[in-house]
């Protein structure tokens, strides 16, 4: 751009000298005619009449000349600014544009577009850097789409992982309490119930670690993911009072009624999951029964305008609940309450809890009543 402006500017100086060459040769070119002294005065007064009668032709006839040259410097100044102008469309701006193009894609931009002009010469080069383009953009999608596919994953297995090593935990715990129940009551074997309480002690450390590990993980996994993946169906409802009865390794459940029979949106894995986690904390925390019960809610009009039912339901254990200061914060992401201190954990329970049940179209309600409630409120089928 500043080669071609240059130019312009050049040829402008070139032409206006032009114009001044011009319009000194028109300023010198003058008709003169000596008079002969030899002429009488009758004839002398002939000749300035002729003389007069020329020397207008004359210079009217330089004025047209003139006027006809200024004329065609005038075309030949606007011809070479138009001859400029097309150097520049069809030579001088496509690389200006390649230039810049090349820039963005440096910067990592592949969503510009590069303009194709079809009377150019580098319009197969140009075509050619757009398809470069093109399959640099497909292939960063298909680079990232992996890349959030192998996070998900890592997620999900690193979260599924906790279930059974929660399950060998509280067995272990179990066993460990019966032990001592035994080493009371009797003296006979002490040293073979001795080594089983060894053995148990070492998984039990065994699992921990692996929690450990298996958190971290999900820590690192989690806070990289942009979203997790829930793939919401119609299901029988029955579903999910089976998921209570599974739990069979967070102690007393007890399920006060059945769940009224209908079809719900919900995503399978990601529903067990969140019962799992109320479940799971209540367990950890309280340390007492858990009562679950359900039942429907009346008609609930959403945020898009449209009405909905829900099923509804409620988590409650007999524990101490949340500090009230602690509430709102408990569905944050990595966030633990006072009373967590000494448990394990990343404070990612609740977080996707909320996550999932809002995913699949529901949602969570938590409070204290008598210890810490959780509602759980799943969209039914219309």
């Known amino acids: 751009m500043k080669r071609i402006r240059s130019i312009a500017i050049a040829y402008t100086i070139l032409m206006l000298g032009v114009l001044g060459v011009i319009w000194k040769m028109h300023r010198s070119m003058r008709f003169t005619m000596a008079a ?10 002939i000749y300035k009449q002729i003389w007069n009668v020329m020397s207008g032709a004359t210079e009217q006839y330089q004025g047209q000349v003139f006027h006809y040259v200024v004329m065609l410097w005038g075309i030949m100044l606007l011809g070479g600014y138009f001859l400029l102008f097309c150097i520049y469309q069809s030579e001088i701006r496509p690389v200006l544009e390649l230039q810049r193009y090349a820039t963005e894609i440096a910067k990592g931009n592949l969503d510009v577009k590069l303009p194709m002009h079809k009377n150019s010469s580098f319009v197969g080069f140009t075509e050619s850097f757009d398809l470069m383009r ?16 192998k996070r998900q994953m890592a997620a999900e297995l690193s979260h599924d992982l906790k279930t059974p090593i929660a399950t060998i935990q509280a067995t272990c715990e179990l066993l460990q309490m019966q032990i001592l129940k035994a080493k009371k009551k009797q003296n006979s074997g002490m040293n073979e119930i001795s080594g089983l309480d060894e053995k148990i002690e070492c998984i039990t450390k065994k699992a921990t670690t692996i929690n450990e590990l298996v958190q971290s993980v999900l820590h690192a996994t989690i806070d990289d993911l942009e979203e997790i993946k829930v793939e919401v169906g119609e299901y029988e409802s029955p579903l999910i009072e089976g998921f209570f ?7 007393n459940i007890i399920l006060e009624n059945s769940i009224p029979e209908c079809l719900v949106y919900m995503d399978k894995l990601r529903m067990e999951q969140v019962i799992d986690n109320v479940v799971g904390n209540s367990y950890k925390y309280a340390h007492t029964d858990i ?42 992401k990595y966030y633990r309450g006072s009373n967590a201190k000494e448990q394990s954990g990343y404070g990612l329970g609740m977080y996707l809890v909320k996550w999932y049940m809002e995913k699949q179209g529901g949602g969570m309600e938590y409070y204290n009543d008598d210890g810490f409630t959780v509602e759980l409120l799943v969209k039914k089928v219309s």
Request: aromatic share 6%; proline share 5%.
């Open 245 to 251: 009865r599974d739990l069979k390794e967070y102690g």
């Open 134 to 149: 093109e399959e640099l953009k497909a292939s960063r999608q298909r680079e990232m789409e992996a890349e959030n596919a």
């Open 291 to 332: 009562r679950v019960s359900f039942g429907e809610t009346e008609e609930m009009l959403m945020p898009d305008g449209k009405k909905s039912r829900f099923l509804r339901i409620t988590i409650k254990d007999s524990g101490p609940g949340v500090a009230p200061e602690e509430l709102s914060l408990l569905v944050e």
């Open 36 to 45: 002969p002294d030899a002429y009488t005065d009758e004839q002398l007064q």
